[in-house]
């Protein structure tokens, strides 16, 4: 899996608590994102990342933060979770020197708001 | 709106048999389109990589073919195997700078004795 690791691989949280999920790679990419998975849905890119302290926002942002202070790791932050963030969070990471560069993704996140 | 529509959205097919997938974009500029491998639990994992100037590109059993003019895309699965079984995502990455992917929502693929 090109390195990623992703964790926890499972959550249960309670509405209105923060969660955090954190992805770890150790290939030195560039570019790691955070997408989520629904049913009825294409992954979806909630935020971005081209370099240490560099973010940027993707279509369904609203409810979530990211930090990235080292290159490897790039953490989600849930500010305060709602049931509608029920989902399977994937992480992945590029190197895009070229249009044709590969994106790996890691195993996933399965988190569930109740 | 950038959009990748897959059709069927769902495949049940006999051990053995042929199968395609097909995927149509609306995504400008284009760059290129990914076609990906996913197992149930697991991230996606990627096939092929064709760029505006390919038509056809092959990886083993899989052949995903390209026609830009008319914005589609197929995969073709040669000689099924149960470990086939997976959902199959069409992404095209848009050429506007930054690295965008837009995802299909996936065909799944059920390949049965």
């Known amino acids: 899996d090109a390195g990623i690791t992703q964790s926890p691989r499972h959550k249960v949280t309670e509405t209105g608590t923060p969660v955090t999920l954190r992805c770890h790679q150790t290939?030195?990419?560039?570019?790691m994102y955070w997408y989520r998975q629904d049913p009825g849905h294409g992954l979806r890119l909630i935020h971005y990342?081209?370099?240490?302290?560099?973010?940027d926002k993707g279509e369904v942002s609203d409810g979530y933060s990211v930090s990235r202070s080292k290159t490897e790791d790039f953490l989600l932050t849930l500010e305060s979770a709602t049931s509608s963030q029920t989902s399977v969070y994937f992480c992945?990471?590029?190197?895009?020197?070229?249009?044709?560069?590969?994106?790996?993704f890691g195993q996933g996140t399965r988190l569930t708001v109740v | 709106k950038n959009q990748v529509e897959q059709s069927p959205q769902s495949l049940i097919i006999l051990e053995g048999k042929n199968c395609t997938l097909q995927?149509?974009?609306?995504?400008?500029?284009?760059?290129?389109l990914r076609w990906y491998k996913q197992d149930t639990g697991r991230g996606p994992v990627s096939l092929t990589i064709m760029t505006f100037s390919e038509n056809t590109k092959s990886n083993g059993r899989y052949t995903a073919t390209l026609d830009a003019d008319t914005k589609q895309s197929s995969l073709h699965i040669t000689a099924s195997q149960l470990s086939d079984s997976a959902s199959y995502i069409c992404?095209?990455?848009?050429?506007?700078?930054?690295?965008?992917?837009?995802f299909g929502k996936g065909t799944k693929l059920s390949v049965i004795p």
């Open positions: 290939e030195n990419h560039r570019y």
């Open positions: 995927c149509n974009y609306t995504v400008s500029p284009f760059s290129n």
């Open positions: 992945a990471i590029s190197d895009p020197s070229t249009v044709n560069t590969e994106a790996f």
């Open positions: 992404v095209v990455l848009t050429g506007a700078g930054s690295y965008q992917l837009t």
């Open positions: 990342s081209y370099g240490v302290k560099d973010t």
